[in-house]
């Protein structure tokens, strides 16, 4: 997938003038938000099972080489096939040369996010591959030629009518504006690709280390229909899903659904392990599992290990307002809202990716809905600190915090300036209570006037009162 | 936090936020009021100047090291460090400990700070017991939950328990009132353009109330929801939640002209 994290502004601005998307973002985000709430508070484990999941997270983790390589012998055990890729150029390759023995032409994918991170639908197609999107979101996506903006629901910043005239475009069928009749055709397209591709990659929300099997949750269906009826599957997921119980897997599944969508549970909960075996009516004659590194392996042991505990359940992003201002596009990576703007510079590296931990007022929401307790906004922080110690802070903020510092260190210097800055905004109020605009505006005239200070420190009329020292 | 008997009479230090004490001094008024009418003796040092919260938030740790050890320093010596704001106090509660990671005397007096630094109204009510106040205000008023007194505080019913004392004040809560106005401290002037749609959904749904008057418990916020109230023309009154509890509100509010 493109990287445009660093016109993060520019994009960003766009998205808050963009009526379409807009529309889009004020009809879902409630939603999710309400739906979450319920789904909490009707569960009284809830709490509960979050610090669990959190545990397990954090076993796995300090274990992690050992869970993969008790999934993997499971994993072969089963007749399957796993394959680690470094990052997503091995990754492509890997999946290249499968597509290639499988002699496949067409290519189903139910959703998933470490393919985008792969740029994997680039790749293929390159090759000339037909690639179809399956899930519903994703296909809306594929064929607006755009990325995904947002981790479950792809397509989340699309309005309905532009839905409708995407399919009225690409099926040539008269435009519908039924939200059932749009989904029906949709599924009439899709039905006969499942049939006809020979491969079938889908995402893996978690990799099962005692059995060997890869599981996804979905509410389409469409995950199930890749997989089983391809002659190849081909599961892509990321190094740190691996958990290791069917027992664990238990406690995810109460509140990854909870978490993302509201929904006590998914439609459907679906268990891959291995290929078809011999009696089974159906399944992959193949089954490969494509674990990614790309810069994971590198955050553990250090502060942003927490970020592997990721289940990617969207909360934090559904309840972020400046995701629900802007939308996820503007973020310019895979990953969007807060645990994006945690991931993207880590994974892509501190160059580029200077406004995403940036752009955030640490208010806390998404830490307090996270179903793994992940310290976003900390680690957000944290990525400041690094931005700071490697000198990317733009040079006009240094400017300002080392003279902060140095009259913020000296109390009398500090309440001297202070005294004289309020004389001056309130001389310069003149009695209208508020300044329309300020020399040396750092930026806060543009949308809002500046209150006016009423012309002396509350320091300096406590001392005449009271008399403290 | 702490399980100690309250002494009859605790000596408070007033950590004076510097927005506070450059742009709002009722509001420091209001919060020794409402401290001594607690019973508290209440004292303001005059070595303070600023949390360090800019620093922290900059990535600046140094900075806001040197002024953790003199906040620590100016305020170690009283029985508890209140201030009207949840965001500096959390940054005395939260992050100081934090930021002596490696210096085990500074982490000590770091964490003995923490232990007693409150939020102005959570102070009076969960630690001093106060139930109500002796104040009037006549309007219709909505609160603003400001993020760091809500989530790392805890401040949530303590305002309302007493505004609802307040004589001929009506309350009248907002949608989304947990949701962050979008001031978040350098993030409103380094990214104005999203700060101004968060004040402005905050806004709206201020406005679906009814109320006249916008209250809340962190200046930061106050300033940026005023000044987009009187950009816009908007005739909303905004005030710290101390001043009408205290019955400072009386003068212009945040942004208005002098009457």
Redesign the interface.
Known sequence: MEFRSPEF?TR??HA?HDANLQKALSNTKAGFVVKRAKAAEEMPEFEALRDTAAEIKNHVLANLDHYLEKYEAAVTAAGGHVHYATDAEDARRIILGICKKANAKRITKGKSMVSEEMSLNEALIGEGYEVVETDLGEYIIQLADEPPSHIIAPAIHKTKDQVADLFAAAHNKPRKTDRAELVAEAREVLREKYFTAEVGITGGNFLVAETGSSVIVTNEGNGDLTQTLAKVHIVTSGIERVIPSLDDLSVFLRILARSATGQETESYTTFSTGPRREGDIDGPEEYHVVLLDNGRSKMLGTRFQDMLRCIRCGACMNHC??Y???GGHAYGWVYPGPMGSVLTPLIKGMDGTYDLP????????C??VCPVRIPLPDLL?EI??????QDM?PKR?KQA?KL??Y???R?KL??FA?RI??RILASMAN????L?SLPFD?????????????G????E???AK?G?? | MSDTPIKPRPRVGLFATCVMNAFRPSIGFASAKLLEDAGCHVSVPAAQTCCGQPGLNSGDEDSARALAKQVIEAFEEFDYVVGPSGSCMATIRHDYPNLFADMADWRKRAEALAAKSYELLSFLTDVMGVTEVDAEYKGTITYHDSCSGLRSMGVKGQPRQLLGSVKGLTIKEMEDTDVCCGFGGTFCVKYPEISEKMADDKLANAAATGADTLLGGDLGCLLHLAGRLRRKGSPVKVYHTAEVLAGLADGPSLGEENR
């Open positions: 502004k960003a601005v808050l307002p400046v629900g201002s802007i940036n752009a955030c007022t640490l208010n806390g929401r830490k307090s922080r400041r600190h690094n931005q700071f110690r802070t903020q915090l902060w510092r009259v913020a260190e109390p500090y309440h202070e800055g309020v009695g209208k209570g508020k329309r750092p930026g806060w005239t543009g949308a809002r006037d500046l209150p006016a200070p009423t002396r420190t509350f320091l009329l406590w001392q009271r403290d020292k």
